[in-house]
């Protein structure tokens, strides 16, 4: 949201589209640019074709956030 309020085009991804398109549809109701793509970023082709999106999207990709995670999922940090 705070890239979006200071002027940045931002696209948003997800693996589960109803939970992607919130994001972009709250920055969209304030007003800013986004668009919503949906993407398993374990796929190295969905990514690329995420970047190509958001590349024919705006002409360019200025930066990145990426995160990724699964929800619940637990493991040992240390044996």
Aim: hydrophobic share 45%.
């Amino acid at each position: 949201m705070v890239l979006a309020a200071a002027g940045a085009n931002v696209v948003v991804s997800d693996i589960v589209e109803g939970t992607g398109r919130r994001p972009s549809s709250a920055v969209q109701r304030g007003g800013g640019t986004a668009r919503f793509v949906k993407a398993d970023l374990a796929s190295e082709a969905d990514v690329r074709a995420l970047v190509e999106r958001a590349v024919s999207a705006y002409g360019r990709l200025d930066g990145a956030f990426n995160n990724a995670g699964l929800n619940n999922a637990q493991s040992p940090c240390m044996n």
